[in-house]
């Protein structure tokens, strides 16, 4: 039975890692490190995008587990059909949550606050008080209620938001209460100051807030995308935000990267960063610690933890 762990970090840089299998550092280049018949546990390099991830995929005909460092599966999914049955695929779950959680509130407060107009009106030294929209007091609706939702909701607790509703692929009750289901959103939408998108991207999320989305916003809502760009339909996002009528602050787009040229640089209202919510001094001793805590259990024969799917 083959041993090989390919790893997008170095494994002398990685505490607890067990002993036996043989490690191999693979972050997407051109040269493999070993054959990729002999891989059996295989972590996708981070941030690489979905053509290098699947690259070798193909050619593993050993791989027993599969393990992402994103919270999102959706640049490795259209390649496990190349896989034999039983692998197990494996998400970043605990990893990115925090930092997503942050930057999500960020969006939201430099967004209600003007700090783009103010950072524009320092460059030209021009002083622009008045008055602007303050969380507080905001109904705030998350879309995509999974452990990144969570932690937004967690972030929102100090800022006395008015209300906060949850949204998930289906309806169900937690201590917090209720999470309603897609289903209800032409209701939800309407009521919400804020609307949070942290779903995953899959077949039923892509174009999710579409055109008829975005127009059962209330006027002057914000729209903040921390989740997938294409969860977003970038023409009917422009549509909108072009007429003044809702705003947006986007951490990923549809294309992404965005390209240079592009009417969503300079949207009216439109707020970008380029993909960074789970890009910090955060992911790295959250990473070692997931990849250690997997390899772990891999080398003992027991079932790691995170599992999203398994092949077949």
Same mark, same amino acid.
């Given at each position: 039975?083959?041993?090989? #762990? ?18 191999? !550092?693979?972050?997407?280049?051109? &040269? ?10 295989? %972590? ?20 027993? %587990?599969? @393990? ?7 640049? *490795? ?14 998400? $970043? ?20 606050? /003007? ?6 009106? @320092? @460059? ?40 906060? *509703? ?11 209460? $209720?999470?309603?289901?897609?289903? &209800?959103?032409? @209701? ?24 008829? !989305? ?5 006027? /002057? ?9 294409? #969860? ?14 809702? +705003? ?20 009216? /209202? #439109? ?14 001793? +959250? ?26």
């Amino acid at each position: 039975m083959t041993s090989d #762990v390919w790893l997008p970090l170095p494994a002398d840089g990685i505490e607890g890692l067990p002993e036996g299998p043989r490690y191999l !550092f693979w972050d997407g280049g051109e &040269e493999y490190p070993a054959d990729p018949a002999d891989c059996a546990f295989y %972590v996708v390099p981070y941030m690489k995008g979905p053509e290098v991830a699947v690259r070798p995929l193909a050619a593993m005909t050993s791989v027993r %587990v599969i @393990q992402t460092l994103s919270a999102g599966i959706d640049h *490795v999914t259209p390649a496990l059909g190349t896989l034999p049955a039983g692998v197990r695929l494996c998400n $970043a779950k605990g990893v990115h949550e925090a930092s997503t959680a942050e930057l999500t509130l960020a969006l939201i407060l430099a967004s209600l606050r /003007g700090i783009p107009g103010f950072v524009t009106g @320092q @460059q030209r030294e021009e002083w622009r008080s008045g008055f602007y929209p303050a969380l507080a007091d905001k109904s705030v609706l998350i879309i995509g209620y999974g452990s990144i939702g969570e932690a937004i909701e967690d972030r929102l607790a100090p800022f006395e938001c008015a209300r906060v *509703v949850r949204v998930a692929r289906s309806a169900r009750t937690t201590e917090r209460g $209720a999470v309603h289901a897609f289903t &209800e959103l032409p @209701q939800l939408l309407p009521d919400a100051d804020v609307v949070i998108l942290s779903t995953p991207l899959t077949e039923g999320t892509r174009g999710l807030a579409g055109a008829e !989305f975005l127009a059962r916003m209330k006027d /002057g809502a914000l729209l903040v995308n921390v989740a997938r760009g294409a #969860v977003v339909d970038t023409k009917a996002l422009l549509a909108e935000t072009e007429s003044g009528r809702i +705003r947006a602050a986007l951490d990923v787009t549809d294309p992404e990267p965005l390209p240079a040229g592009h009417p969503l640089w300079h949207a009216p /209202g #439109v707020l970008i960063s380029p993909h960074v919510g789970g890009s910090t001094s955060a992911f790295l001793p +959250r990473a070692k610690r997931l990849l250690a805590g997997q390899l772990t259990r891999f080398a003992a024969g027991e079932e790691p933890r995170n599992l999203v799917l398994t092949t077949g």
